[in-house]
């Protein structure tokens, strides 16, 4: 074939491609942490997304930790020594330290089995910042359980790895009562996204062996992109249907803000009180909602009047003006390629031209 004439490779075959290559990379530098990786992931693909769950015998695992090893190690060099000396006390010196790591154990699997854990519904946030949702830990049993830690599972993250054990977040739930607990990650990337799956666990009373569980969320949670720190002045207004007058005034101030200068009479309703603290004792340079202005323009932010090229630069500007209208009180429209939000003011429309720039 000319290579001339050749189709370009699409780019779902180049991302596929490259993702092959980095799992063969790290395949080839750490085979065991690939392994358990591929493992892990294996894993939370055969547990069933929800919100709700009350851990049962067949959801909670124990394994004995290094403490644990170490005591059992222990125990046998005793149990030896006493055989071979005929020590009647360290025959019972073994034996209790034997009966209380098994005490511990059946202890430390009860404390999360039947417990119950709920997610509450978390809010949207922004890309790049941590975001923050609430576990609600019920125990229904007549005697408290202690040390349960709750965390965020990411098995592809070295980094996290290596500093899990800040990212714990421990408590106490009470008996007949319950607890709630605070899970904090951060979103890589706007979008609508599933919450990321989560591990509890305990060593109470011991910490010879630890009980731990998997659990997938079913929730998911909504990330719009990271607002502009510095933005530009908001567009001009667009003058209605009907408006040549008012469309050449607009292009000659060049800018929409939607007020004007306070005159005596105007209602205290339509006062600018984020900018009150620049105005003197006469009233100089307090302002007010232009409502007439505002009738005969409308303020639309549009994807392609951005004056830049980057899309996700595109979609951080124009959250960042979404965010400086709804302060100003102003009714804006947005323009996306895919999708056109009418004029409007208010959280609820805010919320719509956020969650549009999200899913763009």
């Not at 830990?137 to 500093?163: E, F, M, W």
């Not at 800018?255 to 004007?260: K, L, P, S, T």
């Not at 951005?306 to 009180?329: N, P």
Request: aromatic share 8%.
């Amino acid at each position: 074939m000319n290579p001339t004439t050749a189709r370009p490779e699409p780019v779902e075959g180049l991302r596929k491609r490259w993702a092959g290559a980095n799992l063969a990379r790290t395949a080839s530098l750490n085979p065991l942490g690939f392994i358990r990786n591929r493992l892990q992931t294996w894993f939370e693909a055969r547990l069933q997304p929800t919100d709700n769950v009350t851990l049962t015998q067949r959801t909670v695992y124990i394994l004995p930790t290094r403490a644990g090893l170490m005591l059992g190690i222990t125990l046998l060099v005793l149990l030896v020594a006493s055989i071979n000396y005929q020590l009647n006390l360290g025959y019972l010196l073994t034996f209790l330290l034997a009966g209380s790591a098994l005490v511990g154990m059946y202890v430390c699997h009860g404390t999360l089995r039947g417990l119950a854990m709920n997610l509450i519904a978390p809010h949207a946030h922004y890309a790049g910042a941590t975001a923050t949702f609430y576990v609600r830990l019920t125990n229904g049993r007549r005697s408290t359980r202690h040390g349960i830690g709750l965390s965020v599972l990411n098995p592809h993250d070295v980094a996290a790895q290596k500093n899990r054990e800040q990212h714990w977040a421990w408590t106490d739930v009470p008996a007949q009562g319950s607890s709630v607990v605070q899970v904090a990650f951060t979103p890589a990337r706007r979008g609508l996204h599933r919450l990321p799956t989560l591990t509890a666990e305990t060593r109470y009373p011991l910490g010879t062996f630890r009980v731990w569980t998997v659990w997938r969320p079913a929730a998911q949670i909504m990330v719009y992109p990271v607002p502009e720190p510095y933005p530009p002045p908001l567009p001009p207004g667009e003058p209605r249907a009907g408006g040549a007058a008012a469309a050449a005034r607009a292009q000659s101030t060049g800018e929409f803000d939607g007020v004007r200068g306070y005159r005596r009479g105007d209602p205290m309703k339509l006062v600018v009180w984020r900018k009150a603290a620049k105005a003197d004792e006469q009233g100089n340079g307090l302002v007010v909602r232009d409502t007439q202005q505002a009738q005969r323009h409308e303020l639309w932010l549009d994807f392609m009047q951005t004056g830049i090229a980057d899309t996700e630069h595109k979609l951080s500007r124009l959250c960042a003006w979404i965010l400086q209208a709804d302060k100003l009180g102003l009714d804006y429209g947005l323009r996306l390629p895919s999708l056109e939000v009418k004029p409007g003011s208010g959280e609820a429309h805010k919320r719509q031209c956020l969650e549009a720039l999200a899913l763009c």
